[in-house]
C-alpha cells in the first residue's frame, strides 16, 4: 500500500494555490466595496453612505459608458464564440485546420496591449491600409478625417478584442475536443448522411461547450471590463467604465477616490449582469438547437458554407500579421510621411533609444514575471505531484474551476481593494506586491497548461521505477520531472507571457513606482511617438517570443538523443 | 487461517481475497517456490491485474483486499512498493524514454552498495552482453527493437536485485518467434536466480511454456 502522507502536509499545496488566488480576489473585493459606500478612513471617509454611487451615476454620459461597456464585451465574446465554432465545424481534422492552429497558437501569447497598438497603424486614417490604397485607389494625399480608432461605438475596440479572444477560444476548444467523444461521433454523423458542419452543431458541440464555458465566461468578463485595449481602441467621449474609474482613481481628489470605489462595485454588478445575460442566452440557443436536432435535416452540401466559415479566421490571422509587420517597421522608421507605403529610411534609434533610460523597464518586467512564473511552476508541481502520490483526483475538477475565479471577476472590482489593502500594509508599490497581484493571473494558465500532459504521463513508469527501488521523489526528480521537461518548459513560458501581458495589476499595484514594457507601451499609445511606442510593443512580443523559443530548444537539445521525446508534440 | 512459521523461501499468497465493490475478484492461497512459477490466466477484467497490483503495493483504493503476503520469511503486505523486493514486467518493456539503455539499467542497480562509477558502468555493461546487446549501452531505447527493449527492461529489473518477480502479459506484445526466446531468456534466468515468478497471461502458450501451477479467475 502506499503511504499516505499527512492530512496537514496533504492539504498544503491546495491551501497555498488557494489562498494566493482567492485571497487577493476576496480581500480585494472587500475593500473594494467598503469605500464604495463612502468608508475608508485613510481619507476621511468614515460614515456609510450611497453618496459614492449617487456621484457615479451622476457622472455625464454614464449611461453611454455603461452600455458600451455591456454592449463591446457581449459583442466580442459572442463574435469571437461563433467565429471559433463555424471554423472549428467546418474544418476540424483537415490540413487547413492544422495550418490554421499553427497560427493561431502563437497569437495568444502577443499580449492584449501589442495587439492593440499594432491594430491601430494598420486601420487607422493614417495606417498601412490606408496608405497602401493611397493615392491612387482613394485619392487621399493627407490622412482621411475619419474617427476609426476611438470610434463612438465601440466597434474597433470590439474587433480588437475579437483579434485576442478568438485564439485563446480557439485552444480551449482544441484542449477540450480531446476530453468528449466529439471525434467519434462526428464520423457517426457523416455517416448518417449529416454535412461536416451540421454533424458539429448538432452532435460535437453541445458535448465542447460545457468544456469550454468558463474560459468564454472568463472571455465576457474581461471584455466587459478590459482597460488596455479600450485605452488604446476604445471610444473617448465617453469611455466605457472602467477605463473612467481609471481615470477617477487617478484623480487628486479624494472624494473621487471613493466615487472610483463605487465604480469599480458597479463594474462588477455590470460583468455579473453580462454574465446572467449570456446565460440567458445559453438557454435561448439550446432551446433552438433542441428542436433542430431532431428536424433530421442533414445539410450535406456545406461546401459554400464551409469556405465563409474560414473567412473570418483568415481575414484575422491576416490582420495580426499586418499588425506585427506595422509595429516592427514603425520601430524601425526613420521618416514614414503619408501616404508613403513603406518608410522612406529605417534606423535603430528608437531602439538605441531604449537605452538608458528603458533598460529599467526591461528589468523591472523581468525581476517581476521571472519570479512570478517560476513560483507558479513550482506550486502547480507540488500540487500536481501530491495529487499523483495520494490516488485519485477527486479534487480536480473543483480546483480548475476555483482556478477561473480571478479570471471570471472584472479585475478593477478586487484590484481597487488590494491596492487599498497594500497600501495600508505599506507594501504599494513594492515588486513583491506586483509579483504577488501576478501570481493570480499566472497560477490558473501554467495549471491549465500542465495539468493535462501531467495527467497523461504513464503511470506504469512511476510503478517500475518504485519496484526497482526508488523513492517518491526520486522517481519524481529522475522520471517524471525530465520527462514532462517540454510540458513544463511552456508552462513556464506561457506563465512568463501572462505576467508581462499583464496591464491593469502593474499599473494598479505597481502604484506608479513600479512600470513594465506593458504600462509603458499602453501609455505612450496614446500621444507621444509612435516609434517609441511600437519598439515597447514589439518588446512585448519579444520576451514571451523569446520564452517560447528556449521551451522547444531547451528540451530538443536536451532530447536530441531520444527519439521517443522528440518525436511527441 | 495463515500457516505458522510462514516458510523462509519463496512467494507466499496466504488467505488473498480481493474485491471489487461487492464482487469477488480473487481467491487465491498459494506458496510459488524460488525458481517456480505460478501462472494465473483469465480473461481481462478478471482480476489478474488487481492481484498483481497488490503483491506490488498499488492496489487502488477502490479494491478491498485481505490476506498477507510473504516473501522469503518476511510480511510485505504493508510495506511500500519500494521496500517489497517484487519486480515487475508490465506488457510493453516501459523504458525510461529520457535516459540511455546503460542509464536505465544504472537506474535499476541499486546505490546503497559502495561501488563507484565505473564498477556500475561494469556491471551495467555486463548486464547487457548477458543478454545478447553488448555495446548498447549508450543507444537511445526508442531505437531499439521491441525483443531488444524488452531484454533491457529485464535486465534493469535484475539489477536491482529483487526477490521476486510479477509478470503481467510481458511477451504479449511480440511475434511468436521472440514471444519464445523471450519467455525463455526470462523463465531460465529467474531460475539461475531462484526468483519465484507471479505469471499473469491469457495466452496459453505462455502457461505451458511456464511449466508450473496453474489457477485459473
Known amino acids: 500500500m502506499t503511504r499516505q502522507p499527512a492530512l496537514l502536509q496533504r492539504a498544503l499545496p491546495t491551501a497555498v494555490i488557494l489562498l494566493l488566488i482567492a485571497g487577493p480576489v476576496c480581500l480585494g473585493l472587500a475593500g473594494t466595496l467598503l469605500p464604495a459606500f463612502g468608508y475608508l478612513p485613510a481619507l476621511g471617509g468614515s460614515v456609510l453612505s450611497l453618496d459614492p454611487f449617487r456621484a457615479v451615476l451622476s457622472e455625464p454620459g454614464i449611461g453611454l459608458s455603461l452600455a458600451l461597456s455591456l454592449g463591446t464585451g457581449l459583442a466580442a465574446t459572442a463574435i469571437s464564440l461563433a467565429i471559433v465554432a463555424l471554423f472549428t465545424a467546418a474544418w476540424f481534422e483537415t490540413r487547413v485546420f492544422k495550418a490554421m492552429t499553427r497560427f493561431l497558437s502563437p497569437l495568444l501569447s502577443v499580449p492584449h496591449a501589442a495587439a492593440a497598438i499594432g491594430l491601430a497603424f494598420v486601420i487607422a486614417p493614417s495606417g498601412l491600409i490606408v496608405r497602401l490604397l493611397s493615392p491612387w485607389a482613394t485619392g487621399f494625399d493627407r490622412p482621411p478625417d475619419l474617427l476609426i480608432i476611438h470610434d463612438p461605438l465601440g466597434l474597433t475596440m470590439t474587433a480588437g478584442l475579437i483579434a485576442k479572444e478568438v485564439p485563446f477560444l480557439f485552444l480551449m476548444t482544441l484542449a477540450a475536443l480531446p476530453q468528449t467523444e466529439a471525434r467519434r461521433h462526428l464520423r457517426i454523423a457523416a455517416n448518417l448522411g449529416y454535412g461536416r458542419m451540421a454533424g458539429f452543431f448538432k452532435v460535437a458541440l453541445p458535448q465542447i461547450y460545457p468544456q469550454i464555458r468558463l474560459p468564454v465566461l472568463a472571455v465576457l468578463a474581461y471584455s466587459t471590463s478590459v482597460v488596455d485595449v479600450a485605452r488604446i481602441l476604445g471610444p473617448t467621449t465617453p469611455a466605457p467604465l472602467a477605463p473612467r474609474i481609471i481615470d477617477w482613481m487617478a484623480d487628486a481628489d479624494p472624494a473621487l477616490r471613493l466615487q472610483a470605489s463605487a465604480g469599480a462595485v458597479l463594474q462588477l454588478l455590470l460583468s455579473v449582469g453580462a454574465i446572467l445575460i449570456w446565460r440567458f442566452g445559453e438557454i435561448l440557443c439550446s432551446r433552438i438547437a433542441r428542436s433542430g436536432r431532431s428536424s433530421g435535416r442533414r445539410y450535406s452540401r456545406d461546401a459554400a458554407m464551409r469556405q465563409m466559415a474560414a473567412v473570418p479566421v483568415g481575414l484575422l490571422i491576416a490582420a495580426m500579421v499586418a499588425a506585427l509587420a506595422a509595429l516592427a517597421l514603425w520601430s524601425l522608421t526613420a521618416g514614414w510621411w503619408f501616404p508613403q507605403a513603406f518608410p522612406t529610411a529605417l534606423t535603430l534609434r528608437h531602439w538605441a533609444g531604449l537605452f538608458p533610460g528603458g533598460s529599467h523597464l526591461v528589468g523591472d518586467t523581468l525581476l517581476i514575471a521571472l519570479p512570478a512564473a517560476v513560483v507558479a511552476i513550482a506550486l502547480i508541481v507540488w500540487q500536481l505531484e501530491l495529487w499523483t502520490r495520494t490516488g485519485p483526483r477527486r479534487r480536480h475538477a473543483a480546483f480548475r474551476n476555483l482556478m477561473f475565479l480571478p479570471l471570471l471577476v472584472p479585475q478593477i472590482s478586487f484590484l481597487f481593494g488590494l491596492q487599498v489593502l497594500f497600501l495600508v500594509a505599506g507594501w504599494d508599490g513594492t515588486y513583491v506586491a506586483v509579483a504577488l497581484t501576478h501570481l493570480v493571473f499566472v497560477l490558473p494558465y501554467v495549471f491549465l497548461a500542465l495539468s493535462d500532459p501531467w495527467d497523461h504521463l504513464d503511470p506504469r513508469l512511476a510503478k517500475v521505477a518504485a519496484t526497482l527501488g526508488a523513492s517518491q521523489n526520486r522517481i519524481l526528480w529522475s522520471i517524471r520531472l525530465p520527462m514532462l521537461l517540454r510540458p513544463l518548459m511552456v508552462a513556464a513560458a506561457i506563465g512568463f507571457a501572462v505576467s508581462i501581458g499583464q496591464y491593469l495589476p502593474t499599473l494598479m499595484i505597481g502604484a506608479g513606482r513600479i512600470a513594465t514594457i506593458t504600462t509603458e507601451s499602453v501609455a505612450l499609445a496614446s500621444g507621444g511617438s509612435r516609434s517609441v511606442a511600437a519598439v515597447y510593443a514589439m518588446l512585448q512580443l519579444m520576451l514571451p517570443l523569446l520564452g517560447f523559443v528556449l521551451a522547444s530548444v531547451v528540451p530538443a537539445i536536451a532530447f536530441r538523443h531520444r527519439l521517443a521525446l522528440r518525436l511527441q508534440r | ?217
Not at chain 2, 512459477?37 to 503495493?57: E, H, I, W
Not at chain 2, 546503460?102 to 537506474?107: A, D, I, P, R, V
Open chain 2, 1 to 217: 487461517m495463515a500457516d505458522f512459521p510462514p516458510p523462509a523461501s519463496g512467494l507466499k499468497l496466504d488467505h488473498v481475497e480481493i474485491d471489487l465493490e461487492t464482487r469477488r475478484l480473487v481467491t487465491l492461497d498459494r506458496l510459488v517456490p524460488p525458481g517456480e512459477v505460478l501462472t494465473v490466466m483469465g480473461d481481462s477484467g478478471s482480476g489478474k491485474s488487481s492481484l498483481l497490483d497488490f503483491v506490488a503495493g498499488f492496489l487502488a483504493p477502490a479494491f478491498r483486499a485481505r490476506g498477507r503476503i510473504w516473501l522469503d520469511g518476511v510480511e510485505i503486505t504493508s510495506l511500500p512498493p519500494q521496500e517489497r523486493k517484487v519486480g515487475l514486467m508490465f506488457q510493453a518493456p516501459l523504458l525510461f524514454p529520457h535516459m540511455s539503455v546503460g542509464e536505465n539499467l544504472l537506474f535499476g542497480l541499486d546505490r546503497s552498495k559502495d561501488q563507484d562509477r565505473g564498477q556500475r558502468r561494469t556491471l551495467a555493461e555486463d548486464a547487457l552482453r548477458d543478454v545478447g546487446l553488448a555495446g548498447f549501452f549508450d543507444r537511445d531505447p526508442a531505437t531499439l527493437s521491441g525483443g531488444q527493449q524488452t531484454r533491457v527492461a529485464l535486465m534493469r529489473l535484475l539489477l536491482a536485485e529483487p526477490g521476486a518477480l510479477l509478470l503481467d502479459e510481458p511477451f504479449s506484445s511480440l511475434d511468436q518467434t521472440r514471444r519464445a526466446d523471450l519467455r525463455n531468456l526470462v523463465f531460465s534466468k529467474a531460475r539461475e536466480k531462484g526468483l519465484p515468478i507471479l505469471l499473469v497471461t491469457h495466452d496459453p502458450d505462455d502457461a505451458e511454456a511456464a511449466g508450473g501451477a496453474m489457477v485459473r479467475l
